[in-house]
Structure formats: C-alpha cells, structure tokens
Antibody, heavy 121, light 107 residues
Framework: EVQLVESGGGLVKPGGSLRLSCAASGFTFSNAWMSWVRQAPGKGLEWVGRIKSKTDGGTTDYAAPVKGRFTISRDDSKNTLYLQMNSLKTEDTAVYYC????????????WGQGTMVTVSS | SYELTQPLSVSVALGQTARITCGGNNIGSKNVHWYQQKPGQAPVLVIYRDSNRPSGIPERFSGSNSGNTATLTISRAQAGDEADYYCQVWDSSTAWVFGGGTKLTVL
C-alpha cells in the first residue's frame, strides 16, 4: 500500500524549532520529488517547499514565507522526508502534509494524513 | 507573484451540475490541477493537467482551461461531493500556487 505518514508535530514557543518527519512506503521513495504543504486552521492550502530526487539533483525550493527558516531534507536509506523548522512564528501554526509530486501527472498524487504544529507562548 | 482566484462558495442542487472557477493571468498557458478536501481529511487529486482524471475518480468530474479561467465541473452532483476544492498551478517565479479554495454545498 502506498503511504505517507507524518510525525513530529506539537506545541512549540515562538522562536523555537521543530523537526517533522514523513515516512514513505509502497513506492520508490528515492525517485520521488517530495513537497510539504501546510494548512492553517480554517484556511486554505499553502505550499511550503520541495526537494527533488537525488538523481534530479536533490535541490530544494521554498515558499517566500519560510525561506531561510525552514529546511527540507531526505534520507533515501530510511525512505524518510524531513522538515526542519527554525525561528517559528505564530503564523506557522498549521497542519503540515507531505506529498509526492508525480512525474507522470505533474501534480501531488499521494498525501499523508498531516501533523499539527502549534506555535504559541 | 502569481495568484489564483476562486469563489469562496458554490451551491448546487442534488443531481445538477456544479462549476467551480479558478482565475489567473493567462492561466490557459499553464497546467491546472484540482484537489478535493473533505473535513478532517487530506486533499485528494481529482483532476490533473487541466482535464485528466486520476484512476478511481468518477467520470462526473471534468476540467477545462482557457484564457484566464480554469473550470472544474462536477456533473450529477452527489451529497458525497460536498467538500472544499482547490486549484493549483506551477509558476516559474512563484513555484507551486494554490487557489484560496471553494466550498461546495450540495442542496
């Protein structure tokens, strides 16, 4: 079964850090381009950033609101995607989803169930 | 930065056709994807590259894209189609962009 499972969410104070993980199974993770998408409570979807497969350079791209504070990485030996979040702000409060960018569909075809991050004092 | 505009809400009578629009500058030149999100659930891809349905998505879901507007059409709307719908494009300067989302109500 194709699956993405996020973990690592929780409550953190403004200015703090948190690392999210996304465990992949059921597909060849090393070939996948992976993205993080977030959704603030009651709001719409917001793309956070992505990492390409190592064979495609392994480069990362980020949305403007998180650039310089968030870092996406991957460990293909563990089939795991990471999101390191530093200097967190209250506006980073959201459910964070990991998702695959399908090369054949050019869209996000597999989604995890999400993990909640709350930034509050 | 590139922006996508969706109506906040659309209502449709049971069994009728719903149309949800997504506006953007020359969006017809881009590939548009559509996602359905039900409360408490992750989004699900329902249309990719303007008008293609992933496996498992009913034929009632279709899409079109031309000029400055892309449209998701849901024929013979069912109660189970009630959800939020988001359009998405890739823009070379903004990267991935989502529309603000449209809440579909089936009456």
């Amino acid at each position: 079964e194709v699956q993405l499972v996020e973990s690592g969410g929780g409550l953190v104070k403004p200015g703090g850090s948190l690392r999210l993980s996304c465990a992949a199974s059921g597909f060849t993770f090393s070939n996948a381009w992976m993205s993080w998408v977030r959704q603030a409570p009651g709001k719409g979807l917001e793309w956070v950033g992505r990492i390409k497969s190592k064979t495609d350079g392994g480069t990362t791209d980020y949305a403007a609101p998180v650039k310089g504070r968030f870092t996406i990485s991957r460990d293909d030996s563990k089939n795991t995607l990471y999101l390191q979040m530093n200097s967190l702000k209250t506006e980073d409060t959201a459910v964070y989803y990991c998702t695959t960018e399908s090369g054949s569909l050019d869209a996000f075809d597999i989604w995890g169930q999400g993990t909640m991050v709350t930034v509050s004092s | 930065s590139y922006e996508l505009t969706q109506p906040l809400s659309v209502s449709v009578a049971l069994g009728q056709t719903a149309r949800i629009t997504c506006g953007g500058n020359n969006i017809g030149s881009k590939n548009v994807h559509w996602y359905q999100q039900k409360p408490g659930q992750a989004p699900v891809l329902v249309i990719y590259r303007d008008s293609n349905r992933p496996s498992g998505i009913p034929e009632r879901f279709s899409g079109s894209n031309s000029g400055n507007t892309a449209t998701l059409t849901i024929s013979r709307a069912q109660a189970g189609d009630e959800a939020d719908y988001y359009c998405q494009v890739w823009d070379s300067s903004t990267a991935w962009v989502f529309g603000g989302g449209t809440k579909l109500t089936v009456l």
